[in-house]
């Protein structure tokens, strides 16, 4: 019978021991709110010291650990820079509120970050808003002053896997999200918004990165919706709506004659609207090592967009150290299947390659572009591939 006691006594503690240890503090998460570090949530008020005291402290421990910035504006009156390595690996920022950029241009100054995460190991930002108050400095831009270059709304640099998540973007001075130097990143519920003609505004980009995931996003902007800069390897774009903006570019590359290319792209179920561009490759017009292959666009809406798909290896801001010289990237094994919509411009499909390194591999599969309701057209200078299925306008390859 004592035997037959213990058992059942055993049997009943055994959930309450379960639960007990599942509920040890080596497992919970520590959270640092903002506001408990004095963060100032009306907006006028410099919160910079709490936001970084917060974070030191949240790095620091060694449980998985949250940064929280409740409801509200937080002035950000400067760039701020979240550093590791931290001590664990699993580090969320959840951010309710807005974060409020300095109200004159000036502050940020020329390039860089006005906020800034790099070399972290495992890092979720979850919700938030951005506002960068960049109008100021595009007006500077537009009337011809000298103005400060401006600064990247967010950027995540030499970090590892990162998810970003339902973050939006407002008005940058220049980019609104850069991942440089980056390996194992995804991003989802993007949402960018800027003017149509705000300058240097690019929504995404990505450079020396691999393995980048971008899904469910809305970009309108000045500039590329995204951006793809050399370096770039296993990029992936889902289920974005582009417009305005210039469209989803692979560069420009070749800015520099030693450079790391540019492969193993792949764009898919994305809408243009509006856009100067859709599916763009570009290449400075100078000499130039580097390289763009393996890269597909696919299930692509086109609406009244100028460009819907261009190769441009004659690029050439402003005529600047690159008038009568040739492009040495090469450009090659690019799909563009089940494309479809309309052209703003008589020629939609507009190869223009490179005479020294001719583009190769280039495969076009169900392609539908008009212009005005008739038949658009191709031109052709330096590219070669193959044709599959109904490619309208007719193939100059």
Same mark, same amino acid.
């Given at each position: 019978?004592?035997?037959? #006691?213990?058992?059942?006594?055993?049997?009943?503690?055994?959930?309450?021991?379960?639960?007990?240890?599942?509920?040890?503090?080596?497992?919970?998460?520590?959270?640092?709110?903002?506001?408990?570090?004095?963060?100032?949530?009306?907006?006028?008020?410099?919160?910079?010291?709490?936001?970084?005291?917060?974070?030191?402290?949240?790095?620091?421990?060694?449980?998985?650990?949250?940064?929280?910035?409740?409801?509200?504006?937080?002035?950000?009156?400067? #760039?701020?820079?979240?550093?590791?390595?931290? #001590?664990?690996?699993?580090?969320?920022?959840?951010?309710? !509120?807005?974060?409020?950029?300095?109200?004159?241009?000036?502050?940020?100054?020329? +390039?860089?970050?006005?906020?800034?995460?790099?070399?972290?190991? !495992?890092?979720?930002?979850?919700?938030?808003?951005?506002?960068?108050?960049?109008?100021?400095?595009?007006?500077?831009?537009?009337?011809?002053?000298?103005?400060?270059?401006?600064?990247?709304?967010?950027?995540?640099?030499?970090?590892?896997?990162?998810?970003?998540?339902?973050?939006?973007?407002? =008005?940058?001075?220049?980019? /609104?999200?850069?991942?440089?130097?980056? =390996?194992?990143?995804?991003?989802?519920?993007?949402?960018?918004?800027?003017?149509?003609?705000?300058?240097?505004?690019?929504?995404?980009?990505?450079?020396?990165?691999? /393995?980048?995931?971008?899904?469910?996003?809305?970009?309108?902007?000045?500039?590329?919706?995204?951006?793809?800069?050399? !370096?770039?390897?296993?990029?992936?774009?889902?289920?974005?709506?582009?417009?305005?903006? /210039?469209?989803?570019?692979?560069?420009?590359?070749?800015?520099?004659?030693?450079?790391?290319?540019?492969?193993?792209?792949?764009?898919?179920?994305?809408?243009?609207?509006?856009?100067? =561009?859709?599916?763009?490759?570009?290449?400075?017009?100078?000499? %130039?090592? !580097?390289?763009?292959?393996?890269?597909?666009?696919?299930?692509?809406?086109?609406?009244?967009?100028?460009?819907?798909?261009?190769?441009?290896?004659?690029?050439?801001?402003?005529?600047?150290?690159?008038? +009568?010289?040739?492009?040495?990237?090469?450009? %090659?094994?690019?799909?563009?299947?089940?494309?479809?919509?309309?052209?703003?411009?008589?020629?939609?499909?507009?190869?223009?390659?490179?005479?020294?390194?001719?583009?190769?591999?280039?495969?076009? #599969?169900?392609?539908?572009?008009?212009?005005?309701?008739?038949?658009?057209?191709?031109?052709?200078? /330096?590219?070669?591939?193959?044709?599959?299925?109904?490619?309208?306008?007719?193939?100059?390859?």
């Amino acid at each position: 019978m004592t035997t037959i #006691r213990s058992h059942n006594l055993l049997l009943l503690l055994l959930p309450l021991l379960l639960l007990s240890s599942s509920a040890t503090p080596s497992s919970a998460t520590s959270t640092h709110n903002v506001v408990a570090y004095g963060a100032k949530p009306g907006g006028t008020t410099d919160s910079r010291q709490a936001f970084l005291s917060a974070w030191k402290n949240a790095c620091a421990s060694a449980r998985p650990a949250t940064l929280y910035v409740p409801r509200g504006k937080f002035l950000l009156a400067g #760039r701020i820079v979240f550093d590791g390595e931290c #001590r664990n690996s699993k580090m969320v920022v959840r951010i309710d !509120g807005t974060l409020v950029a300095p109200a004159d241009y000036r502050v940020l100054k020329d +390039g860089g970050y006005w906020v800034l995460f790099q070399n972290v190991n !495992g890092l979720s930002v979850y919700g938030g808003v951005l506002d960068g108050r960049g109008s100021g400095l595009w007006d500077c831009k537009k009337a011809g002053h000298s103005c400060p270059f401006g600064a990247t709304s967010i950027g995540f640099l030499n970090s590892r896997n990162i998810v970003i998540d339902g973050l939006t973007s407002l =008005n940058s001075q220049v980019f /609104h999200i850069v991942i440089y130097g980056c =390996n194992n990143v995804k991003l989802q519920g993007t949402k960018v918004s800027a003017s149509g003609v705000s300058p240097n505004t690019d929504g995404i980009h990505v450079q020396m990165s691999s /393995h980048v995931t971008i899904l469910s996003s809305t970009i309108a902007t000045g500039d590329d919706c995204v951006s793809i800069g050399p !370096g770039t390897s296993t990029l992936w774009i889902e289920n974005m709506a582009c417009g305005p903006g /210039h469209g989803i570019s692979v560069g420009s590359l070749g800015k520099y004659s030693n450079e790391p290319g540019v492969q193993n792209v792949t764009v898919k179920s994305v809408s243009f609207t509006g856009t100067q =561009n859709g599916a763009r490759i570009k290449s400075w017009g100078r000499p %130039s090592n !580097g390289f763009a292959k393996n890269i597909i666009f696919q299930h692509v809406t086109m609406n009244n967009v100028q460009n819907p798909i261009v190769i441009d290896q004659n690029y050439c801001p402003g005529n600047v150290r690159c008038p +009568g010289k040739i492009s040495g990237i090469k450009v %090659s094994d690019v799909t563009y299947e089940d494309i479809h919509g309309s052209s703003a411009t008589e020629v939609a499909v507009n190869f223009d390659c490179s005479p020294e390194r001719p583009c190769t591999g280039i495969k076009l #599969r169900n392609v539908r572009l008009s212009y005005k309701n008739q038949k658009a057209e191709a031109s052709c200078k /330096h590219a070669g591939g193959t044709v599959s299925g109904t490619v309208q306008p007719n193939s100059c390859l």
